[in-house]
C-alpha cells in the first residue's frame, strides 16, 4: 500500500514538472503551428487588431525593439529578409538600415500583411521594401539573394521548419548570417510561453543546425526575458569549392 502511495506522488510530481517546463504539453493547452497559423489566414483578418497585439509593451521584442535592431548588426547596401514580418514592426527600420542601395524584404504569409506594410511602405518612401508572399514550405526568396534572414516570434510558426529552413539556405549568399528570436520555454516560463513554444530552445537549435547552418557566439545585450536572441552562420554545403557560390 506505502509502496502505491509512494509510486502516485511520484508520478504526480514527475507530471507537474514535466508540465512547468512544457516538456509534456499533451498535457497542456499547447497549440500546433497549424492552430496558431489559422487566424493569419482569413480573409477578413483585422491589421489593426494585431498591431495593438504585436506593438504593445506587454511584449519584450517590442521594448527591446531598438537594441534588437543595432544586434542585428545590418549595414548600407545589405539586403535583409524578415521573414514572419507581421505588421512590419521590423521591416522599416531594416530598410533605413539598409538604406536606397540596400533591400528589405518582407515575407508573409498572410496577404492582409504584406498589403498593408506596402502601403506604409509608399507613405514612408521606403522605396527599398519588397513583399515577398511565403508558403508553409518556402519563403519563396530567390536563391542567393539576401545577407540576413531575420526569424523574429515566427520560427515556432513554422509548420515544415526543415523545408522553410531549406528555403532560407539557399536564399542566403555566402557567409549569410540568420537571427532567430523566439520563446525561451523554461522551468518558470509563463502559462503563454508554454502555450506556443514548440520545444525548448535546443530543439529550434537541432533543427537550424541540421539545416546546414553554424551557431555563431552573440555578446549582443538585447534585454529579453522570456524570448532567446541567437545567430547562426549559413554553413558551406559539403564539398562545394571556395568559388562555387555567387557575390553580391
Ligand atoms: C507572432 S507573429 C510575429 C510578427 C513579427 N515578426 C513580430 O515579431 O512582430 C508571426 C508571424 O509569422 C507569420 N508566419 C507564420 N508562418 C509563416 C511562414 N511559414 N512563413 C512566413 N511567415 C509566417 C504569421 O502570419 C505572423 O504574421
Known sequence: MRTCLTLVVLSVAASWFAARAGLCQEHGKHHSPAEMNRQFSKPDLDVAEFIRRF???????????????????????????????????????FAEQVGPKGQAYAVEIAPAFLSYIEKQARERRLENIKAVRASQDSTNLAANSIDLAFVCATYHH???????????????????????????????????????????????????????????????????????????????????????????
Request: without cysteine.
Open 55 to 93: 506593438e504593445s509593451d506587454s511584449r519584450d521584442i517590442f521594448v527591446a525593439r531598438r537594441q534588437i535592431v543595432d544586434a542585428v548588426g545590418l549595414r548600407q547596401g545589405m539586403a535583409v529578409a524578415d521573414i514572419g514580418a507581421g505588421t512590419g514592426l521590423f521591416t522599416f527600420s
Open 158 to 248: 513554422f509548420e515544415h521548419p526543415k523545408n522553410v529552413l531549406a528555403s532560407i539556405h539557399r536564399a542566403l549568399r555566402r557567409e549569410g548570417r540568420l537571427v532567430v528570436i523566439d520563446f525561451d520555454l523554461r522551468k518558470d516560463s509563463s502559462a503563454f510561453v508554454r502555450e506556443h513554444a514548440r520545444g525548448p530552445k535546443e530543439v529550434y537549435f537541432r533543427e537550424i543546425s541540421a539545416a546546414g547552418f553554424r551557431p555563431l557566439e552573440s555578446k549582443a545585450q538585447v534585454g529579453l526575458k522570456d524570448n532567446f536572441f541567437a545567430v547562426f552562420e549559413r554553413k558551406e554545403p559539403e564539398g562545394s569549392s571556395a568559388s562555387g557560390q555567387g557575390g553580391k
